[in-house]
């Protein structure tokens, strides 16, 4: 029903930049939010940046190297990763939170969240 689709890892070297795109397709019709969350090896899964409710959140480790960005028209979340360090590596997860009827419709109607499958981030050192 919902699609998340990803683009843009790859392997780059310290320093350098990639963009990172998702866009969610399909029967969503309200989308709260939209942000990337990583996973590294076995670590737990961490918000590195989102745009929910208004407001624009960063991890400490990425602000002032990473921009997120939304294309509401496209239901597009964008992520422009500057200055990549060896500790980015990781993989990335698209995250949309969203109804797919709109909103105040009767019955059932919650928002739910939506996971991309995820896109692989290597920074060489």
């Known amino acids: 029903q919902v699609q998340l689709v990803e683009s843009g890892g790859g392997l780059v070297q310290a320093g350098e930049s990639l963009t990172l795109s998702c866009t969610a397709s399909g029967s969503i019709f309200t989308i709260n939010g939209m942000g990337w969350y990583r996973q590294a090896s076995v670590n737990e899964r961490e918000l590195v940046a989102r745009?929910?409710?208004?407001?624009?959140k960063y991890a400490d480790s990425v602000a002032g190297r990473f921009t997120i960005s939304r294309d509401n028209a496209k239901n597009t979340v964008y992520l422009q990763m500057n200055n990549l360090e060896p500790g980015d590596t990781a993989v990335y997860y698209c995250w949309v939170q969203g109804r797919e009827r709109p909103y105040g419709s009767p019955g059932y109607n919650p928002h739910n969240d939506y996971w991309g499958q995820g896109t692989q981030v290597t920074v060489a050192s």
């Open positions: 745009i929910a409710l208004g407001q624009t």
